[in-house]
């Protein structure tokens, strides 16, 4: 074996030791000692123990009728033991309950539950008798024992990392790198399925219902009964009940392959809060999971995962495409499309993770078109523009992207310019199609709501023109005030709920581990390639970089604030991840960096590496999070 070989394979072997060392020492230091939530949705009423300590009794209560629920409710929870003798009794008083709300009952800290030997139980309630009612009550605790979930994350992690070092140590090729790119993604997606069931991504709930709205078009089923409500298979409703929470994952596993009756179609009262407007292409992926999981009649748990793991199939296959076309800043484009934050989105329903993908492809197709001084001929632009125009529906803040086209010198442009002139005709009135279907929400962004809520008076546009100093003292410190927080959910922010089901629980990567990948990115930037632009074109670049990021920022101003509020509020860091992909333009040597190369001998594909273990020990530093620091 010669020489060379035998060092990659060790540096490899290291590699794997190091990142192996890290999970077994979170484990021992901090995971060993916690424990992981338990939760039932109780059977006609019974549940079963094994002698832990009842910390929690949760209601969902639906009418039946189109009576609503009563404002002010009374009732009695009891529950029973296998002899039919009370255990414990609980009344409550005036209670105000909204319909398909979750109700926290009882909660209570350790050592101060209900304490049940091991057995079979029933628990009661008086509403259970009212005709107009449907009550599912669940029932928590908080003595799990993680040692199966950690260890079987750590399984999958060591056995993901030992086929990317695999795959990496085959022979350079012209797909090899984008091929390892897309391995390390589906991989990295996986993992991180394993830790966050579906639906625990900020807004995913409603994603899913689009996508299975668009999987039942596929299907040519109906998708609403006759009150307008949607039509799920049972167990996919089931399954969407209680993913919300930590506390799920342990009934996750427990009950993955339970049977269940897959012809069994019920009604959903909940409706996507997410915007009419959004092309229903933004969840094509995903549909087509659903649309598969439905015709194999796969239970609710793995119709979820595979709608999660097509989006992250189509969105890893076109980063994978743009990786293979951008022709410079590969290092950083390894690393950044690896971010903790771009898989947690990845493997998600949100259409984040495909507008940053279509935004990656648009952005390396550009300069995959004008590098080397080539000709750009019509259909080099058209497939451009074409790309663009199919992200820009999804967030319409990144349209300033096709102002890219005025990089291409004029001399270099092999077209007509009767051409020029018709796509700039085509342009207007593609965008005069916009005023019209988008006409009432631009009407109240230019006017205003018009009228003062509770909370306030609403910005518009008008506002903002009749008070620039405000809005500009609101824009700058928003900045200041909130720069760090973009910073860390750049990154990796993982939201979720917390043991009371409030989506209030943010987890962060660790400093030391955002400085590593701050320093890799940076590096990426200045050790690989040139990016052939002037200064002049550079700052082109970064106004166009701005540009999105003050439509995103007015879009959530307009959107969300009342004029007496001083941040911006709604804004979450990965809305500047497509604006960021243009930072190796921006930054990036235009001639290439000799000096920096020989101080850095890291190919691409460690750095590939690199991001991947950044990726699992992200994972596990989530893992400890849900672990040690939701139940206490």
């Not at 901090?30 to 109780?42: K, P």
């Not at 999804?394 to 010198?409: H, R």
């Amino acid at each position: 074996m010669q020489t060379g070989k035998k060092k990659q394979i060790l540096k490899r072997l290291l590699f794997l030791a190091v990142i192996a060392f890290m999970i077994t020492a979170i484990w021992k230091l901090s995971v060993s000692g916690g424990t992981l939530a338990r939760e039932q949705i109780t059977k006609d009423g019974y549940f079963e123990t094994d002698g832990y300590e009842v910390r929690g009794i949760r209601f969902y209560i639906t009418p039946l009728t189109n009576d609503g629920i009563p404002e002010s409710l009374d009732f009695t929870v009891t529950i029973l033991d296998e002899a039919q003798h009370s255990v414990w009794q609980q009344d409550y008083k005036d209670m105000h309950i909204a319909s398909g709300d979750t109700v926290i009952l009882e909660e209570f800290e350790r050592g101060e539950g209900i304490a049940l030997p091991a057995g079979s139980y029933h628990i009661a309630c008086s509403l259970l008798q009212d005709p107009s009612l449907s009550v599912r009550i669940k029932i928590m605790s908080y003595d799990g024992s993680c040692k199966r979930l950690y260890g079987g994350c750590a399984a999958a992690a060591i056995i993901f990392l030992v086929i990317l070092l695999g795959i990496t140590m085959k022979q350079d090729g012209k797909f090899r790198l984008p091929v390892c790119f897309f391995t390390a993604m589906v991989l990295m997606g996986i993992l991180y399925s394993l830790i966050m069931p579906p639906l625990t991504v900020p807004d995913e709930e409603s994603h899913f219902f689009k996508a299975y709205d668009l999987a039942s078009d596929m299907l040519f089923q109906e998708k609403k009964d006759q009150y307008g409500n949607r039509l799920m298979r049972q167990t996919d409703v089931d399954s969407t009940t209680y993913l919300h929470s930590a506390s799920s994952i342990y009934r996750w596993y427990d009950t993955f392959w339970d049977p269940v009756d897959v012809s069994e179609i019920t009604s959903n009262i909940k409706w996507a809060t997410v915007s009419d407007t959004t092309p229903a292409y933004s969840y094509l992926f995903s549909a087509l999971g659903i649309a598969l999981s439905r015709l194999c009649r796969v239970n609710g748990h793995l119709l979820l995962l595979f709608g999660r793991w097509f989006n992250l199939l189509g969105v890893a296959a076109i980063m994978a495409v743009a990786l293979y076309l951008v022709p410079f800043g590969k290092k950083f484009f390894c690393v950044f499309g690896l971010l903790p934050e771009v898989i947690y989105l990845a493997a998600s329903y949100s259409y984040d993770a495909l507008n940053f993908a279509l935004c990656f492809l648009a952005i390396s197709y550009f300069f995959y078109m004008i590098h080397g001084g080539k000709q750009v001929k019509v259909g080099n632009l058209l497939i451009f523009l074409g790309v663009v125009l199919i992200m820009i529906p999804i967030k319409l803040v990144y349209a300033p992207l096709l102002g890219l086209v005025f990089l291409i010198p004029r001399k270099r442009l092999q077209i007509n310019k009767w051409v020029i002139i018709g796509t700039g005709l085509a342009g207007m009135v593609g965008a005069v199609g916009l005023v019209v279907v988008r006409y009432q929400d631009i009407v109240v962004i230019l006017k205003g709501l018009a009228y003062n809520t509770m909370e306030g008076e609403r910005v518009s546009i008008k506002y903002m023109l009749e008070n620039p100093r405000n809005a500009l003292f609101v824009f700058s410190y928003n900045i200041m005030s909130n720069f760090d927080y973009y910073i860390k959910s750049v990154l990796g922010e993982f939201v979720g709920r917390d043991r009371y089901e409030v989506l209030l629980d943010i987890a962060y990567l660790p400093d030391w581990l955002m400085m590593l990948t701050t320093g890799l990115l940076a590096m990426g930037i200045y050790t690989d390639g040139k990016n052939e632009l002037t200064i002049g074109k550079k700052l082109w670049t970064a106004l166009l970089a701005v540009i999105s990021s003050f439509l995103f920022m007015l879009s959530m101003y307009l959107a969300n604030n009342t004029v007496d509020m001083n941040a911006i509020h709604g804004i979450q860091g990965r809305y500047f991840l497509p604006v960021l992909l243009l930072l190796p333009a921006m930054a990036g040597s235009r001639e290439e960096n000799m000096t920096m190369r020989g101080s850095c001998r890291i190919s691409r594909y460690g750095y590939l590496l690199l991001a991947a273990g950044i990726d699992i020990i992200a994972v596990f530093v989530q893992l400890q999070h849900i672990i040690m620091d939701y139940y206490g």
